[in-house]
């Protein structure tokens, strides 16, 4: 079992939905989560970065994090084809001392397309 | 200046060359990483420098050579390499977080797409 899981689509929405990604993890020593987007042949881009449980917004993008159940989402309202792009969803560990090691844990990517 | 940049772009090799890829940041970051990103699947960690050092290597092949002159640059020293190490290649950098250890926040570059032919 992969210590981060996430779907990798394709996902395919019309222009203006609502869109949901999701990640779930299996180790609770995760602590910071966050969301990168990146684009075909280009490095990825941070979008989101959260550590605690709760709602994180961003324009038209909000992190959810909730670490009782192991699962975070990304969601981008009024979606515009620009957003078409692989979604990663990255988690560090934190060591004793609450600081991380940098190293990231990256879930599969979700391919998402908004079409026009 | 809030941009890792990464040159070549692209870069065609034989499995007989030598060849260096390099990376600058100018954020002042202090640590620098090493990323090897397959088609459709997620950045692979290769190395990580802190201060300058190495504190990080994920059982890297030795055709694969590190170095970080100094804090604001990262090279990648590829010798030897294999048609499978065909790839595109990241670098990162990020701050330092508390007791010296790397900040999760990285700020990728846009990659070096490697073909060993």
């Known amino acids: 079992q992969k210590e981060v899981e996430q779907d990798p689509g394709p996902l395919s929405v019309p222009e203006g939905a609502i869109v949901s990604l999701n990640c779930t993890y299996s180790?609770?020593?995760?602590?910071?989560f966050m969301w990168y987007r990146q684009y075909s042949r280009k490095g990825p881009e941070l979008l989101m970065y959260?550590?605690?449980?709760g709602n994180k917004e961003d324009g038209r993008f909000t992190a959810q994090v909730d670490k009782s159940s192991k699962y975070i989402s990304l969601f981008i309202r009024d979606s515009q084809p620009s957003d078409s792009a692989t979604y990663l969803c990255?988690?560090?560990?934190?060591?004793?001392?609450?600081?991380?090691?940098?190293?990231?844990?990256f879930g599969q990517g979700t391919i998402l397309t908004v079409h026009p | 200046d809030t941009e890792v940049t990464q040159t070549p772009k692209h870069l065609v090799m034989g499995m007989t060359n030598k060849k260096s890829l390099k990376c600058e940041q100018h954020?002042?970051?202090?640590?620098m990483y090493w990323y090897k990103q397959k088609a459709k699947k997620p950045p692979e960690l290769m190395f990580v420098?802190?201060?300058?050092?190495?504190?990080i290597n994920e059982s890297v092949p030795s055709r694969f050579s590190p170095e970080c002159p100094n804090s604001s640059l990262l090279n990648l020293h590829l010798h030897a390499l294999q048609p499978e190490d065909s790839a595109l290649y990241l670098c990162?950098?990020?701050?330092?977080?508390?007791?010296?250890?790397?900040?999760?926040?990285?700020?990728f570059g846009s990659g070096t797409q490697l073909s060993v032919l």
């Open positions: 420098y802190s201060y300058e050092k190495l504190s």
């Open positions: 959260t550590y605690s449980s």
């Open positions: 990162a950098s990020s701050r330092l977080g508390g007791a010296g250890a790397p900040n999760e926040k990285l700020f």
């Open positions: 990255a988690m560090v560990r934190a060591n004793a001392g609450g600081t991380s090691y940098g190293k990231l844990t």
């Open positions: 180790n609770s020593a995760f602590q910071y």
């Open positions: 954020m002042g970051h202090r640590a």
